[in-house]
């Protein structure tokens, strides 16, 4: 996991972080199941390029290793499909993680490895530049989520990983938590207002949970296959999650506040590439497109 990772230096060596490349392809559903074609690199190295995310239909941000002599650290770049090209936008000296579009459009948020190795929340611009140190008082954050109200759900490393609700109105709030021993995979879930992340038991069984920040209330809704870490949802409420490196998808039915929760089918891809190597994924606004992070 990348947040345990980047604990340990500012900058690493090469063998640190497990190399990986992002790939971009279009959707399509048919009778049969669904479907991705056109799959093309986002990346193509042997460094670690991961936690894509899409601002819109066109516009993939994401996490990549840059290598400077015998260390490295990560930047966010920022990738156009109707251009096929991507750009290093933070250049900083300091390392960067997890980029998540705010709520009002104006920027986005990174996490932020500083000089004394400490994982801070930061607010960019979309020129790359550090505009804000948001929930001072929280550290170390691992990955994150905002809601609706601008408010923020924090993953926080630790003996156990938490999952904490904070306010950036209020720089001195220290978050309250939520649950604890949780996943990586934090967000909201279409068609609610809420947000969803997981707990996997001693079993490796993996339960996915339903916070509803208005209630504050967390209800149970259903399992991701055994050991999956990462999900993604569609803008329908539809899961698209891994089972031994192969991915698959289920649609949850949503009445009122039931969770109707059906079965897993493999999504194909018609591609040479992410055939059973699959981690993280990211689906576009609209679902026309889906981002894979595939291992060699």
């Given at each position: 996991?990348?947040?345990?990772?980047?604990?340990?230096?500012?900058?690493?060596?090469?063998?640190?972080?497990?190399a990986s490349n992002i790939y971009v392809g279009q959707l399509e559903r048919h009778e049969r199941g669904v479907k991705i074609k056109n799959l093309t690199e986002v990346t193509n190295g042997d460094v670690y390029a991961n936690?894509?995310?899409f601002f819109d239909e066109n516009t993939l941000y994401f996490t990549q290793e840059v290598k400077k002599?015998?260390?490295?650290?990560?930047?966010?770049?920022?990738?156009?499909?109707?251009?096929?090209?991507?750009?290093?936008?933070?250049?900083?000296e300091?390392?960067?993680?997890?980029?998540?579009?705010t709520m009002d459009g104006t920027g986005f948020t990174v996490i932020r490895v500083n000089s004394d190795n400490l994982q801070h929340l930061w607010k960019f611009g979309f020129d790359g530049k550090p505009i804000s140190h948001l929930v001072p008082e929280i550290e170390p954050i691992g990955y994150h989520a905002w809601t609706r109200?601008?408010?923020?759900?924090?993953?926080?490393?630790?003996?156990?990983?938490?999952?904490?609700?904070a306010d950036p109105a209020q720089p001195d709030d220290e978050g309250l938590e939520i649950a604890a021993s949780i996943g990586?995979?934090?967000?909201?879930?279409?068609?609610?207002?809420?947000?969803?992340?997981?707990?996997?038991?001693?079993?490796?069984?993996?339960?996915?949970?339903?916070?509803?920040?208005?209630?504050?209330?967390?209800?149970?809704?259903?399992?991701?296959?055994?050991?999956?870490?990462?999900?993604?949802?569609s803008s329908s409420a539809e899961l698209f999650t891994?089972?031994?490196?192969?991915?698959?998808?289920?649609?949850?039915?949503?009445?009122?506040?039931?969770?109707?929760?059906?079965?897993?089918?493999?999504?194909?891809?018609?591609s040479e590439f992410c055939q059973g190597n699959v981690s993280r994924i990211a689906l576009s606004p609209y679902n026309d497109n889906i981002a894979l992070v595939c291992h060699d």
């Open positions: 996991m990348l947040a345990s990772i980047s604990l340990l230096t500012v900058t690493y060596s090469y063998a640190q972080l497990p936690q894509p995310y002599g015998d260390s490295s650290q990560t930047d966010i770049f920022r990738f156009s499909i109707a251009q096929n090209m991507a750009v290093n936008i933070t250049r900083s300091q390392s960067e993680y997890s980029p998540t579009p109200d601008d408010r923020l759900l924090l993953f926080v490393l630790g003996e156990p990983q938490k999952l904490l609700f990586a995979s934090i967000y909201e879930m279409p068609l609610t207002l809420g947000h969803t992340y997981t707990i996997e038991n001693d079993q490796g069984k993996v339960k996915l949970f339903w916070f509803d920040a208005n209630s504050m209330t967390n209800t149970s809704i259903g399992y991701l296959p055994d050991n999956a870490e990462y999900y993604a949802w891994t089972d031994n490196g192969v991915l698959v998808t289920m649609p949850f039915i949503i009445s009122g506040q039931d969770f109707i929760y059906t079965h897993y089918t493999s999504v194909e891809i018609d």
